[in-house]
Nanobody
C-alpha cells in the first residue's frame, strides 16, 4: 500500500505562487499514475491535474490550464504541483492520489491511494 504525504500548502495573497509536494512511501512510485485533486468547503472533490508514470504525459482540468503545472521526480518518489497566479477560488484542501491503472485521467474513483491533504488559502 502506498502512503502519500502532501506538503507546501499555506496562506498566500491573490496573484502569488505555491508549489505543493507529495512524497510517496515506497519505491514502486514509478508504477503509478499520479494526480492532484482539490476540495473546497461545501463542494465535491474536483480534479486538478494528472501525470503519467514516465512524466511525459500530463492532463489538466480545463479551467486550470496555463496556471498549474504537474511534474514528478521518480528518483525522489515525489510529485509536484506548481500553482501560479493564485485566485481566491483556488482556496481548498489539495490532495495527491495514486492510480495503478493504465489511463491518465481525472475521475476520483479511479485512484487507489490518497494523501491526507494540504490546505491552500488565497486571500485578497
Amino acid at each position: 500500500q502506498v502512503q502519500l504525504v502532501e506538503s507546501g500548502g499555506g496562506l498566500v495573497q491573490a496573484g502569488a505562487s505555491l508549489r505543493l509536494s507529495c512524497a510517496a512511501s515506497e519505491g514502486s512510485f514509478r508504477n503509478y499514475i499520479m494526480g492532484w485533486f482539490r476540495q473546497a468547503p461545501g463542494k465535491e472533490r474536483e480534479f486538478v491535474a494528472a501525470i503519467s508514470r514516465s512524466g511525459l504525459t500530463t492532463y489538466y482540468a480545463d479551467s486550470l490550464k496555463g496556471r498549474f503545472t504537474i511534474s514528478r521526480e521518480n528518483a525522489k518518489n515525489t510529485v509536484y504541483l506548481q500553482m501560479n497566479s493564485l485566485k481566491l477560488e483556488d482556496t481548498a484542501v489539495y490532495y495527491c492520489a495514486a492510480d495503478s491503472s493504465s489511463r491518465v485521467g481525472g475521475v476520483v474513483d479511479e485512484y487507489d491511494y490518497w494523501g491526507q491533504g494540504t490546505q491552500v488559502t488565497v486571500s485578497s
